[in-house]
C-alpha cells in the first residue's frame, strides 16, 4: 500500500537524522518476528502464573532478574517488571513509596523529567521543587535546608540518574548522607535511571545510583540505551516493601502489582533478546564507544567556535541552541537556552560531522 511506502520511507529519512533524543538504533528484531503471530499478554504480576497462557513471564522474569543483578539488589529481597517505559517505573516507584509513607513530602529538583509532576498529581503526592546546580544536578545545601524545615514528615527524594536536559546525576549516597546527618529514619528514595540506568554500572567511577548506595526503586527506560522498536522499561523495588501493598485478584488468577493490567508480553522478549545478544560486555563496550563519540563530537563542536559541554562520563552534548531550520532537521531537544545531542549506539561519526558541518555554516553566517 502506498500511504505504507510512504510513511516507512519517511520513517527510514527521519531516523537516520535524529541525534536529540535517547533512542539507540542498532536493533535487529528479525528472530523475534514470528511472535508476533500471537496475542501476547503478561497480565498481572510476572512471578505468579495466571490463568492466560499466551504470555513471556519466564523471558520477563529473567529480564528483571538480569537489572537485580546489575544494580546490586539486595539477594532474595527484591521484585520488578517490564513497564512501558520510564514514566511508568517513576510512576510505581512514587506510588510504593506513597503507599508505605502516605504522609510524606516528595523532593525533586527542578530538572526533573517534565513527566513527574503529573505523576505527583496523579497520586495527589504533597512535594517540594529543590534547586539545582549549574551543570543540572540537585542543589544539596538546598535540599538538606528544606529537609531540616519539614522534619515531621518523611521524606521521599526523587533522584535524577541523567536528567533530561544534560544527563546529570544525583549522588545518592550524599542524598542518604544529608538524612542520616538529620536522625530521619522514616524515608524513601526513588532513583530515575530512564537514560543511565542500564550503562552507568559500567562507568568508572560508578555513579552511586543504585540498591546497595541506597535507592529503594528504580526506573530504567528498555528503548533508550538497549534499543527497542517500541517503548519499554524496567522498574525495580525492594520486595519487602512490594508484599506490604499487594493484592489478590480472582479474575486473572494472580495478583494485580503492576500499573497496567493487561500488559506487554513482546518488549520483555526484546529485551531478552538484547541482554542474551550483547552480554554485560557487550553493554560495557557500547559505553565506551557513546563515550567516546560524545567527546569527538563535543571536541568538533567546541573547534567550530561553539562552547558545547558535557558532564563528566555523559554521552550528552549540551550547547546554545541553534537555528530552528538545523533543530528541526536534527530533532534536537531545546529548553530555554540551551539543546543537546545524545549520543547513542546507532549514531555514528558519520552523521555527528554531517551535523558539526551544518552548525559551523549556520554559525558563520550569523558571524558575517
Ligand atoms: C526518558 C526519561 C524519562 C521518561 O521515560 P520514558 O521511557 O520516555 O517514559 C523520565 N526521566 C528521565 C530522566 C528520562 O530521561
Known sequence: MQALDDLYERM???NDL????????????????????FPVNNVGDP?????????????????VAFFADLLRAP????????????????????YLARELHPRGVVYYSEHTHYSVSKNLHFLGMRHIMIRSQKNGEMDYDDLRETLKIHRDVPPIVFANIGTTM???????????????????????IHSDAALCGAYAPF???????????GADSISISGH????????????LARKHNVTRIARSIDYIGTLDTTISGSRNGFTPLVLWHRIKELGRKGIR????????????????????GIPAWRNPNAITVVFPTVVEPLRRKWQLATQGEISHLIVMPGIGKEQIDAFVEDVRAAHHRSLA
Open 12 to 14: 527510514r529519512a527521519a
Open 18 to 37: 535524529a541525534l536529540g533524543y535517547p533512542a539507540a538504533k542498532d536493533f535487529d528484531l528479525a528472530p523475534l518476528l514470528r511472535f508476533l503471530d
Open 47 to 63: 512471578f505468579a502464573d495466571g490463568t492466560y497462557q499466551v504470555e513471556t513471564r519466564a523471558f520477563e522474569r529473567e529480564v
Open 75 to 94: 539477594q532474595d529481597d527484591w521484585w520488578g517488571y517490564v513497564t512501558n517505559g520510564g514514566t511508568e517505573g517513576n510512576l510505581y516507584g512514587l
Open 166 to 188: 544534560t544527563e546529570a546525576r544525583d549522588d545518592i549516597r550524599k542524598i542518604r548522607e544529608i538524612m542520616d546527618s538529620l536522625a530521619i529514619r522514616e524515608r524513601y
Open 203 to 213: 562507568l568508572d567511577p560508578r555513579p552511586p545510583f543504585d540498591f546497595e548506595d
Open 224 to 235: 533508550k540505551f538497549l534499543g527497542c522498536p517500541m517503548p519499554t522499561g524496567v522498574v
Open 285 to 304: 563496550e557500547r559505553a565506551r564507544r557513546s563515550l567516546e563519540l560524545a567527546a569527538y563530537a563535543q571536541a568538533q563542536l567546541n573547534g567550530a
